[in-house]
């Protein structure tokens, strides 16, 4: 079995490779930072020597390198291809930079978008795989303050589901699944912008190794621990200006 993780060389993606790992997946990594790459390479080669890892560096904010990347890694006949790259930027729409947001949406949508096409065509064909894009509890709702990258993940979740109809109406055994983490440890605030999350947070190990199992479960919604579940379950029944209020406060608090 092998799996492609993009975003792998920290956070949820560095922790689903190292899980994947101890299952006895092999590893194609995928991220920026090669030398992060190279680390957990070694990290996981000493732990579990029997897994063969591949690194990747690449730049997924930029189509052509999406593109290049399938055609790097069409031949390897991947099982599992996991969405994970993706990142925020923490600010008023006016005054957040146009540039880093449009690499905001790069990564976050077309990346996601270009890789599951692509790579879901082999599955199918196979009638074999299974897919995870890497949502947030944030795209159940808008998000004043963090507005584009709420929006981002609202397009994963939504373009995930349709994706599982088309594949259940056709009897495919292709599993397609949609994480959605609340606050998780990881670099995410450093990266946003912000000092703090608003709400208790959880370990990225924890949270990778619900999502592998869930994955391989066929669930649809992946929705790690008890607090996010009653965050998305409380999304969908409250009146939606008072819900925009409630999440601008909670957005507000994250650098007070």
Do not use: W
Not at 38 to 45: A, D, F, R, S, T
Request: aromatic share 8%; proline share 3%.
């Amino acid at each position: 079995m092998i799996a492609l993780v993009t975003g792998a060389s920290s956070g949820i993606g560095r922790e689903i490779a190292k899980n994947l790992a101890l299952r006895g997946v092999n590893l194609i990594l995928v991220a920026r930072r090669t030398e992060r790459l190279i680390q957990l390479k070694n990290e996981i080669q000493y732990n579990c020597p029997d897994v063969k890892v591949k690194t990747v560096t690449a730049d997924l904010s930029k189509e052509n390198q999406c593109i290049e990347l399938y055609e790097k890694l069409k031949d390897y006949n991947v099982d599992f291809l996991f969405n994970n790259a993706g990142f925020g930027i923490y600010g008023k729409f006016t005054e957040t930079k146009l540039s880093d947001e449009l690499d905001m949406i790069n990564v976050n949508i077309k990346a996601v978008h270009i890789l599951t096409k692509l790579f879901l065509k082999d599955f199918e064909r196979r009638n074999h795989g299974y897919i995870l894009n890497t949502a947030s509890v944030a795209g159940f709702m808008a998000g004043p303050l963090l507005s584009t990258y709420y929006a981002t993940k609202n397009y994963v979740i939504q373009l995930t589901k349709a994706i599982y109809e088309e594949l259940r109406n056709e009897g495919s055994r292709v599993v397609i699944s949609v994480l959605c983490p609340g606050p998780v440890d990881t670099e995410f605030n450093e990266v946003a912008g912000v000092k703090k999350f608003s709400m208790p947070s959880m370990s990225d190990a924890y949270v990778a190794d619900y999502a592998v199992d869930r994955l391989i479960a066929g669930d649809l919604m992946i929705i790690p621990g008890v607090t996010t579940k009653a965050a998305v379950a409380g999304s969908k029944i409250a009146p939606t200006k008072l819900l925009l209020k409630t999440v601008r406060t909670m957005q507000e608090q994250k650098n007070s």
